[in-house]
Nanobody, 124 residues
């Protein structure tokens, strides 16, 4: 059974930083691309970032480019999202997900397993 467990969320002031982690079990982690999504209250879930199976390629949503970095450690079955220069509009529930396909996809329909999410709240 595949399980994804996110951690690292919390309350931070605008301009601050957080690092989210997502540990994957039950699947050969290094064979799959990974993604981060977020869902703010009253809004649909949206793509944030994705990383290829070996970590060499990444893609980001425009609003987080230059502020967020996605990376992975295949020896720890973990994908990370380093978030810097946080803004109140980054407040959301953040999810990680497994992409069994081509990788670097922006649609949640391309992801088959999801974590429960970790809450990020940025105060102004």
């Amino acid at each position: 059974q595949v399980q994804l467990v996110e951690s690292g969320g919390g309350l931070v002031q605008a301009g601050g930083s957080l690092r989210l982690s997502c540990v994957v079990s039950g699947r050969t982690f290094g064979n799959y691309a990974m993604g981060w999504f977020r869902q703010a209250p009253g809004k649909e879930r949206e793509f944030v970032a994705a990383v290829g199976w070996y970590g060499g390629k990444t893609v980001y949503e425009d609003s987080v480019k230059g502020r967020f970095t996605i990376f992975r450690d295949n020896t720890k079955n973990t994908v990370y999202l380093q978030m810097n220069s946080l803004k109140p509009e980054d407040t959301a529930l953040y999810y990680c997900a497994v992409d069994p396909g081509l990788g670097l996809q922006k649609s949640e329909r391309d992801y088959d397993y999801w974590g429960q999410g970790t809450q990020v709240t940025v105060s102004s």
